[in-house]
């Protein structure tokens, strides 16, 4: 095992590491949708200056890639772990395990009580448990298919109005913004993982490394009469497909139809601006049946349950 350069890996060998990632997606969640190659590379690559990745990588006899790990510290408290795989005919082998003891030194190293991840299958499951993990929360992947159903808008009540933008938030709602993105930390959590911290620098840095991977941020908030964020959907769109960043609504105005207003919005902008986009996929906490609701209503059907796990370093 020896640390891969998210910045100077070859093209030949950021293919066999999409190759490892793509086939695993595949076969464990065949209904899910796989970003492309380039979005996948950049996704990697690409973070704020405060988030700091590290990879590891395994080479066969041919010099190919057989193993993978990519793992981002994120926090004080916890390294997340988005990819650990290892080719089906190099399983069984320890490649897995050799992997997350690279992991766990990262953590360690960095002052860290905790690796994070998610897993789709139960092998996935059983060799986090035969590491000493257990699991925690799950997540309802699901995906949305253009058209959409017009019938489907509500009026926002007396009081709110609508606004959108592409790229950066305006400068006149970046501290109310900033304290609605605050607002998804309602969302159920673990207890061991932190609340994530959101200030005007952090929301910069966010919106700039999208930039930098070729994703277009577009964000419909539900403001106050006063111009305020009440709430807000914020859709990522690399080629073809789109992801939910985040939506969230501020406790005080729940209970009023505004994350169905402005999840509706947001979709009727994309597809008038993007004809071409295919899915819109999107996550939520299985036990969040008020945003599962939102979803459903609107056309979004589930496509995977992920298990989010837990390694105590």
Known sequence: MTPFDLTTGTDDDWADIYRLHADHRTQAAPAESITTEADYRARLSCLPPSELPAAWAHRAPTGHIVAFAWAVLRS??????????????????GHGRALFRLIKGYAESNGCRTVAGSVLTEPGRAFVAALGG???????????????????????????????????APDDLLDSFVRARAAINDAPRDAAIAPDLWTPDRLR??????????????????????????????????????????????????????AHAVKYESLRL??????????????????????????????????????????TV
Do not use: C
């Not at 408290?77 to 190099?90: F, I, N, Q, Y």
């Open 205 to 258: 840095e966010v919106e700039q490394a999208a930039a930098e991977r070729g994703n277009e941020v577009r964000v419909t908030a539900a403001l106050t009469a006063d111009g305020t964020v009440a709430g807000f959907t914020d859709l990522r769109v690399a080629g073809t497909q789109a992801k939910v960043d985040d939506t969230a609504v501020l406790a005080e105005h729940r209970n009023r139809g505004l």
């Open 270 to 311: 994309l597809v008038a601006d993007h004809p071409t986009v295919t899915t819109v996929s999107t996550s939520n906490d299985a036990t969040n049946t008020a945003m599962i609701a939102v979803n459903t209503k609107l056309g979004f059907t589930e496509t995977a349950i992920w298990t989010h796990v837990l390694v």
């Open 134 to 168: 257990r699991e925690s929360n799950r997540s309802r992947r699901s995906v949305w298919r253009p058209p959409l159903d017009p019938d489907l808008r509500r009026d926002l009540p007396d009081g709110y109005h609508l606004r959108s933008w592409i790229g950066g």
């Open 76 to 93: 004080t408290s916890t390294v997340w772990v988005s990819d650990l795989t290892v080719a089906p005919e190099h399983r069984r082998q």
